[in-house]
C-alpha cells in the first residue's frame, strides 16, 4: 500500500534534502572525519605532517590508567542519573500534572536550571562547595556542623559524588518534562476506573502510570546513558577533571590530549571510543525495553 504518490515523494524529498545536507556536513562527515584521524599522528597544525599510527591511539588509550578511572566515572554518572535524576523527575512530574495550586510556579522553578548555560550553573556550584568559603560549607558551621563542612570539590574521594549531585540537579527539570509528557499521555478514564474500584493515588501511580510509561522510561535510560558517556562541560568548569584525576571522564581527557597536549590522533581515539560507546548503548537498550515489552 503507497501511503505517497511520486509527487508527493518528490515534494517531501526537496523539503527535506537542506536539512539532510546540514545534518551530513555538521555531524556525519565529522564522525567519519574523527574515525579517519585516530589512525594518524597529528598535532592539529595544518602545515605539519600526517603520520599513520594504525590503532596505536587506541592500544595506548587501552593501557592508560586514567582512561579507566573515567570509565569507572562515567559509571557513577549513570548510576547518579537513574538514583537521583529518575525518581526525583518522576515526583515532580506526578507534581506539576497534579491539580495542586501554583502548579505553573513549580513547573518554571524546576525547570530553570535545565535552560541556564552548563559553565554558568558550574561557576555557580563551585562557589558554593568551595572548600574554605563557601557558601554551603559556611551555612553548616554557622548551625554547628563543622564536621560535615569538607572541601567538596577538593576531596579525591567526594568530588566525583559533588559532581554527580549538581549534574542531578541541573538535568532533574528537562527529564520532569519528558516524564510529565508520558503522564499526561495516559487516558483519564483508566484513573476513574481505578477510582472506582476504591484504588489511591499510590496504587494509580505504581500499577497504571509506571506501566503505560515504559516508553518513556527507556527515552529517559538511553538519554541518561548517553549524556553520561559525553557529560563534559559541568565536571570541567568545575574541578577540570581533578583533584589528580578524580573527576577525569572521556570528554575531559579528549579536551586535554587534543588541547592541551596537541595529540589530535590520540584525542580523536578518545572521540571514537565515545561516539561508538553511545551508539552501541543506544543499540543495547532498545533492544532490551523491546525484549521487556514482548515479554509482557
Not at 537542506?18 to 585516530?38: A, G, H
Not at 527515552?219 to 559525553?230: G, P, Y
Given at each position: 500500500?503507497?501511503?505517497?504518490?511520486?509527487?508527493?515523494?518528490?515534494?517531501?524529498?526537496?523539503?527535506?534534502?537542506?536539512?539532510?545536507?546540514?545534518?551530513?556536513?555538521?555531524?556525519?562527515?565529522?564522525?567519519?572525519?574523527?574515525?579517519?584521524?585516530?589512525?594518524?599522528?597529528?598535532?592539529?597544525?595544518?602545515?605539519?605532517?600526517?603520520?599513520?599510527?594504525?590503532?596505536?591511539?587506541?592500544?595506548?588509550?587501552?593501557?592508560?590508567?586514567?582512561?579507566?578511572?573515567?570509565?569507572?566515572?562515567?559509571?557513577?554518572?549513570?548510576?547518579?542519573?537513574?538514583?537521583?535524576?529518575?525518581?526525583?523527575?518522576?515526583?515532580?512530574?506526578?507534581?506539576?500534572t497534579s491539580k495542586i495550586k501554583g502548579k505553573r510556579f513549580f513547573r518554571i522553578s524546576y525547570f530553570i536550571p535545565s535552560i541556564l548555560p552548563l559553565t554558568a550553573l558550574g561557576l555557580l556550584w563551585q562557589f558554593l562547595l568551595k572548600g574554605k568559603g563557601g557558601l554551603i560549607n559556611n551555612i553548616l558551621v554557622s548551625i554547628g556542623l563543622d564536621r560535615w563542612a569538607v572541601d567538596w570539590l577538593g576531596d579525591p574521594d567526594i568530588a566525583i559524588f559533588s559532581v554527580?549531585?549538581?549534574?542531578?540537579?541541573?538535568?532533574?527539570?528537562?527529564?520532569?518534562?519528558?516524564?510529565?509528557?508520558?503522564?499526561?499521555?495516559?487516558?483519564?478514564?483508566?484513573?476513574?476506573?481505578?477510582?472506582?474500584?476504591?484504588?489511591?493515588?499510590?496504587?494509580?501511580?505504581?500499577?497504571?502510570?509506571?506501566?503505560?510509561?515504559?516508553?518513556?522510561?527507556?527515552?529517559?535510560?538511553?538519554?541518561?546513558?548517553?549524556?553520561?558517556?559525553?557529560?563534559?562541560?559541568?565536571?570541567?568548569?568545575m574541578t577540570g577533571g581533578g583533584p589528580n584525576g578524580a573527576t577525569e571522564v572521556p570528554t575531559t581527557m579528549l579536551y586535554n590530549q587534543s588541547f592541551v597536549y596537541n595529540n589530535f590522533g590520540g584525542g580523536n581515539a578518545i572521540a571514537t571510543f565515545i561516539v561508538v560507546t553511545a551508539l552501541v548503548s543506544t543499540v543495547v537498550l532498545n533492544r532490551l525495553f523491546q525484549g521487556k515489552a514482548s515479554s509482557a
Open positions: 500500500m503507497k501511503i505517497f504518490n511520486k509527487k508527493q515523494a518528490v515534494t517531501i524529498s526537496v523539503f527535506l534534502l537542506p536539512s539532510i545536507i546540514l545534518y551530513s556536513i555538521f555531524f556525519i562527515v565529522p564522525i567519519f572525519q574523527t574515525f579517519y584521524l585516530s589512525f594518524f599522528s597529528w598535532n592539529g597544525i595544518k602545515s605539519s605532517p600526517f603520520v599513520y599510527t594504525g590503532w596505536d591511539n587506541f592500544i595506548l588509550l587501552f593501557q592508560d590508567e586514567a582512561f579507566y578511572l573515567s570509565l569507572k566515572n562515567v559509571l557513577i554518572f549513570i548510576l547518579g542519573s537513574f538514583i537521583l535524576i529518575m525518581p526525583f523527575s518522576f515526583i515532580l512530574a506526578l507534581i506539576i554527580v549531585a549538581v549534574n542531578a540537579w541541573i538535568f532533574c527539570g528537562l527529564n520532569m518534562i519528558i516524564f510529565a509528557s508520558g503522564i499526561v499521555s495516559i487516558p483519564e478514564e483508566i484513573y476513574e476506573a481505578a477510582t472506582i474500584d476504591g484504588a489511591n493515588g499510590f496504587q494509580k501511580v505504581i500499577y497504571i502510570t509506571v506501566p503505560l510509561m515504559k516508553e518513556i522510561f527507556k527515552i529517559f535510560s538511553i538519554l541518561a546513558v548517553t549524556q553520561s558517556i559525553r557529560v563534559f562541560a559541568q565536571v570541567y568548569v
